[in-house]
T-cell receptor, first 115, second 113 residues
């Protein structure tokens, strides 16, 4: 069964460093998302992406964050200068959205630890 | 702004019992509601999606209902098993072009032998 994959599973970085989190959405899906979950808190929406541009972004998604679909399969989240408070689990999701099917499928997540 | 609440925060039941998890949302213009399962340290597994035009969806031992007028959804789990132990999250999709999901805090379910 098709699934969303994410790499790496765990990323440790120093404060101020840039990180890139990678996702491969399900192949026939057109809508892509990033969410994050700080330990013990709710899953929070960061950004949605369709047709090679951002559809919607949350207040969390400031100038330190960017997303890109560099080729036909990958979808990346870049954090330019990481802060301690960026430590969280980051989830990528995708949806097909044809015929009104909005079900979102999530990847296993990347645990980001900022030291 | 959509707010999603789940009650109870934690629930422990003996194996074989039927149970109901509750989800409340503030914006009745919700487009769809999705239920997920999350195991500790893992990703989110989609269980059921209910469109705003539907009142319920069933998958195996799971049944989810949606009542937009009262701002509530329930997830019914029949004949619970220890393998059902996990955190269950509900999330509301808005009517925006990409339907971002707004999540509740989850209900942590423990099914005991």
């Amino acid at each position: 069964e098709p699934e969303v994959t994410q790499t790496p599973s765990h990323q440790v970085t120093q404060m101020g460093q840039e990180v890139i989190l990678r996702c491969v959405p399900i192949s026939n899906h057109l809508y892509f998302y990033w969410y994050r979950q700080i330990l013990g808190q709710k899953v929070e929406f960061l950004v949605s992406f369709y047709n090679n541009e951002i559809s919607e972004k949350s207040e969390i998604f400031d100038d330190q964050f960017s997303v890109e679909r560099p080729d036909g399969s990958n979808f990346t989240l870049k954090i330019r200068s990481t802060k301690l408070e960026d430590s969280a689990m980051y989830f990528c999701a995708s949806s097909e959205r044809s015929s009104g099917n909005h079900e979102q499928f999530f990847g296993p997540g990347t645990r980001l630890t900022v030291l | 702004k959509q707010e999603v609440t789940q009650i109870p925060a934690a629930l422990s039941v003996p194996e074989g019992e039927n149970l109901v998890l509750n989800c409340s949302f503030t914006d009745s213009a919700i487009y769809n509601l999705q239920w997920f399962r999350q195991d500790p340290g893992k990703g989110l597994t989609s269980l059921l999606l209910i469109q705003s035009s539907q009142r319920e969806q069933t998958s195996g031992r799971l049944n989810a209902s949606l009542d937009k007028s009262s701002g509530r959804s329930t997830l019914y789990i029949a004949a619970s098993q220890p393998g059902d132990s996990a955190t269950y999250l509900c999330a509301g999709g808005n009517t925006g072009t990409a339907s971002k999901l707004t999540f509740g805090t989850g209900t942590r379910l423990q099914v005991t032998l």
